[in-house]
């Protein structure tokens, strides 16, 4: 009954309005620049009727339910002249009318170079300016004036975002201190599948830069927004059609500092339009081959009787090719001015060829509580520990090539249609979306070897080391294990939506419409164990076998970080592991068995929204959100002991009701005072849903899923005032606040009892907590000054606190992700011709994973980076640049429990680029 109720809900709203000026007139058309390049976000109003609208992201606007008669039209935009043009409306007509705007010649105390670069500033300030809810706003103009290759670049220079890095690049998006599975990421509005196995995050440096229009972060959703956005929701917008001929490209190559490898980039754009302007094409290609790695140490650190050392402590040296390809197609066509269909679609696909190296020293601590070491100064010891060198690789093939091989892709594709019919507006669209990450054929090799001596240095525990006496030699370190595994995974959707907008008065529009997402996802992995029949011929330690030595006197992290010796890859990826003669195969369910799982998720969803102009200076927009969620898990439960396999299922649904309200309060032409309430969620991540378990009495530990989470909810409070400068500027101010229920977090408990898996348990299980609550202020500053020079800044400060976490009531734990300083600050000097940018990014430390206890809490260590750029213009359509990413070397650093105290450290080293830029238009 329910499902019936919200489908008839749209049904019942349009039979009782749709009589509503059903035979008024209607206004449309679009509005351009002397480029023929669309103007999103500009202002349309009907001289002194109060009434008004901006344009979309083709430059497109529709004003219905007009009386029949004449209208002054104006049209305003940021650094652009304003037009005014009188037309006739007809009643139960649609009448077009377009503007071209002329770019605004300044006096000279605030001239400005008005160049291409800074077009892209305006049509970013104007959506923002312009759009109802509180938003940040980055055009691929404005991506342009950073060395950003990637969306997660890009994205951590607005307010508010910081961003996670994996190897180099970032990834993982933290918006506002919420960590990244409380946010929302979508491509033209549909929420992007997630690549990965165990949550909803999507790996942002996935998609270049260059294949997105424009980059949309809503702070504050709107209620015909999807509501998983509790920090907010990142909308990419792939490129429209033009509307004349358009090619542009780039070609690039450089170096990467590290690893003194070419850095190859190209990328193209062709669009038009054809059939007299009905038919709209645009084609977009990018292509990234990059070889890079990394210099990793990584520690666990130890609470020992005789002070705190390490327990473990890993030296890695990776070695990366990274290849991305992307490509998008979009198609739109007018059947009539009031009907378009649209198809478009976006295919990402990313490879990773990876080989590790890695020394690992373990069994520290049962060193130290025996008692088993010599201190030969304050820190430094002599001690006995395992030490193992593990190579990883993949199989010798041309497609494979003797490293691990990640194979991430993306795609979607999206039909659907705009129509008017007078009054009443209806947008409707079909989605199909894939996102798989495959992992064949994945080798690793270790030699192992216990009772070693072992030098620790924890004296300064910033840089803390463990490693071989420096008399030992790790030649004769024995043979430990051989294994391979294939590892697959796929997020599949369906999504569709239906919205229709509809005038209730001349300053009232009522937006009411469906949703429907559906999710099946899959992990399937597996793990085979490889043992040498005959031992002795195969070899018995690393000095028999074809070897390598990767220490490195240059290694980023310290020259005494000396990894040693280990496995040559390629050997390895030759070795013929299915030849039953040479090698016997051994299947390790626990290896994958407990992670492997199916889900399906069924989101339904209705809306309703008011939009309304009070006056000529005040906006308000009510409305209220149902989604529906109903999941079904089925996952394994594994018993360490017994080795035996059992499936579960789990299943569970809710309901969430999602008031929402905006004000908008203009009180002059570029002064903007913006007031948002709205609910959200976040619903778990997906492999904490899951009703699996692992589980050894022997060992006394049991780790399960939990099909019963709750979704996250999150009332939120924000204000923003801006200041918009006519010479393309902004000042603004901020505040937000945010209370959380339920928010999800891992917990361990010691000496638990289960009625299914034993007593006296290490029991670790992903629960709900509390209540958290967020405040924090934001301030954005960007101006040009001096006849050539440009200042863009912005800061962030957030506090958050928590309740509810078991074993830690009483303390003052923060909110997991949430950084107290974010800072942006980027200087320009421009001219017609050369364009010079220096930029700093600066976010603050902050709790990552929550711990048994404070000594074991991991935390996301602060983080500067350093680039530059320059570009020069040969001709008004050919470009010269080069660009330089990460200049202060600044590593990827965790630390556990106190600052001091090194848990993880990665270092990428500095990379440039050198290319040329083109862009080709009637």
């Known amino acids: 009954m329910k499902k019936y109720l919200i489908f008839s809900l749209p049904v019942l709203l349009f039979f009782s309005l749709v009589g509503n000026g059903w035979a008024q007139g209607v206004l449309k058309g679009r509005v351009i620049d002397f480029q023929n390049l669309a103007l999103p976000g500009a202002s349309i109003v009907l001289q002194g009727k109060g009434i008004g609208t901006i344009t979309d992201q083709k430059g497109d606007y529709t004003i219905s339910s007009l009386p029949e008669g004449d209208f002054e039209v104006m049209v305003t935009y940021l650094g652009y002249n304003s037009q005014t043009q009188t037309v006739k409306v007809s009643r139960g007509e649609t009448t077009v009318l377009n503007f071209k705007l002329e770019e605004k010649e300044f006096e000279s105390a605030e001239f400005i170079v008005f160049g291409d670069r800074l077009k892209g500033q305006a049509k970013a300030l104007n959506q923002q300016k312009t759009n109802s809810n509180i938003t940040n706003i980055v055009s691929s103009d404005q991506v342009g004036r950073f060395p950003d290759a990637n969306i997660g670049d890009a994205l951590k220079r607005i307010p508010g975002i910081t961003m996670q890095n994996d190897q180099g690049e970032a990834r993982n998006i933290v918006i ?161 001015p009031n009907h378009t269909l649209f198809l478009s679609g976006m295919y990402n696909h990313r490879d990773d060829w990876e080989n590790r190296f890695r020394m690992r020293v373990s069994q520290l601590d049962d060193s130290f509580d025996d008692g088993d070491f010599t201190q030969s100064s304050p820190g ?78 924890v004296s300064n525990p910033r840089f803390p080391l463990a490693i071989l006496s420096e008399s030992a030699d790790n030649l004769g370190i024995e043979f430990n294990g051989l294994s391979e595994q294939n590892e697959f995974t796929f997020d599949q959707d369906l999504n569709a939506r239906l919205d229709f907008k509809l005038p209730y008065s001349q300053k009232g529009i009522l937006n009411f419409g469906l949703r429907y997402r559906g999710k099946n996802k899959e992990r399937d992995n597996n793990f085979f164990e490889y043992e040498p029949v005959n031992l002795e011929s195969f070899g018995q330690t690393i000095g028999e076998l074809p070897n390598r030595n990767y220490s490195d006197p240059n290694y980023l992290a310290g020259s005494q970080y000396a990894v040693g010796t280990f496995i040559d890859p390629d050997f390895l990826g030759g070795l013929d592991l299915g030849n039953g003669s040479l090698f016997e195969e051994n299947d390790l369910p626990e290896e994958y068995a407990p992670g492997n799982y199916l889900a399906q998720e069924n989101i339904t969803g209705a809306y309703v929204m008011a939009d309304h102009q009070l006056n000529e200076k005040i906006s308000a927009i009510a409305g209220l959100r149902m989604e529906h969620t109903a999941i079904d898990y089925t996952g394994n439960i594994f018993d360490l002991d017994n080795e035996t396999i059992s499936s579960a299922t789990g299943d569970q649904s809710y309901t969430n009701f999602m008031p929402g309200l905006h004000f908008k309060y203009d009180p002059s032409s570029n002064t903007v005072l913006r007031f948002a309430w709205t609910n959200t969620i976040a619903r778990p991540n997906y492999y904490d849903l899951v009703p699996y378990a692992a589980f050894s009495q022997e060992d006394e530990e049991l780790e399960r899923g939990n099909p019963n989470l709750k979704a996250a909810t999150a009332m939120n409070f924000d204000f923003m005032a801006e200041r918009y400068y006519n010479n393309l500027g902004l000042l603004s101010f901020g505040a937000f606040y945010k209370d959380i229920d339920d928010f999800v977090y891992t917990i361990t408990t010691q000496g638990y009892t289960d009625p299914l898996f034993g007593t006296d348990l290490q029991y670790s299980r992903p629960e709900n907590g509390g209540t958290a609550a967020v405040f924090g202020l ?79 809490d991991r935390f996301y ?62």
């Open 176 to 336: 506002r201190g919420m960590a990244p599975q409380l946010n929302s990421v979508t491509l033209n509005g549909e929420r992007i599948p997630s690549a990965e196995g165990d949550n909803r995050n999507i790996q942002m440096d996935l998609i270049p830069s260059d294949m997105i229009q424009t980059i949309e972060v809503n702070k504050a959703v709107l209620p015909n927004m999807d509501a998983d956005a509790i920090g907010g929701s990142v909308n990419l917008v792939t490129r429209q059609a033009p509307n004349s001929l358009r090619i542009s490209g780039t070609a690039a190559s450089g170096i990467n500092l590290l690893s003194n490898q070419p850095i190859w980039t190209g990328a193209l754009i062709l669009g038009n339009r054809f059939a007299n302007d009905k038919l709209g094409v645009i084609f977009s290609g990018s292509y990234n081959n990059h070889d890079f790695g990394s210099d990793n140490i990584e520690g666990v650190w130890y609470n020992s009787d005789n002070g705190v050392v390490l327990e473990e402590f890993d030296i890695r040296e990776y070695r990366v090719q990274r290849v991305r390809r992307s490509a998008t197609l979009a198609l739109d066509y007018e059947i009539s």
């Open 861 to 922: 260590d602060q983080q500067t980076f350093l680039d530059a750029n320059a570009s020069f213009a040969l001709t008004p359509k050919w470009r010269i640049f080069a660009e330089g990413n990460n200049l202060t070397n600044q590593p990827l650093r965790y630390y556990q429990g106190i600052q001091s105290r090194t848990m993880q450290a990665e270092y990428y080293n500095a990379r440039f680029n050198f290319g040329l830029k083109f862009d080709l238009f009637e």
């Open 380 to 457: 430094i010891y002599q001690t006995v520990g395992r030490v193992e060198f593990e190579t990883k690789g993949g199989l010798d093939s041309d497609r494979i090539k003797s490293a691990r091989l990640e194979d991430q892709r993306v795609y979607n594709i999206t039909g659907g249609g705009k129509h008017l019919f007078n009054s009443l507006q209806m947008n409707w669209s079909v989605t199909y979306a894939r996102a798989s990450e495959e992992r064949p054929q994945e080798r690793y090799t270790s030699f192992r070897s216990s009772g070693q001596n072992v030098r620790l240095d």
């Open 778 to 856: 934001e301030t954005s500053f960007q101006r040009q000054f001096l006849k050539n020079f440009g200042i863009y800044l912005n800061y962030t400060f957030t506090q958050s606190s928590t309740t509810g976490i078991e074993g830690r009531d009483g303390e003052d734990l923060e909110l997991p992700g949430t950084a107290d300083h974010m800072f942006n600050a980027s200087l320009s000097y421009e001219t017609e011709r050369l364009v010079l940018r220096l930029s700093v990014n600066y976010t603050s430390d902050y709790l990552d994973e929550l711990g048994g206890e404070g000594f074991e």
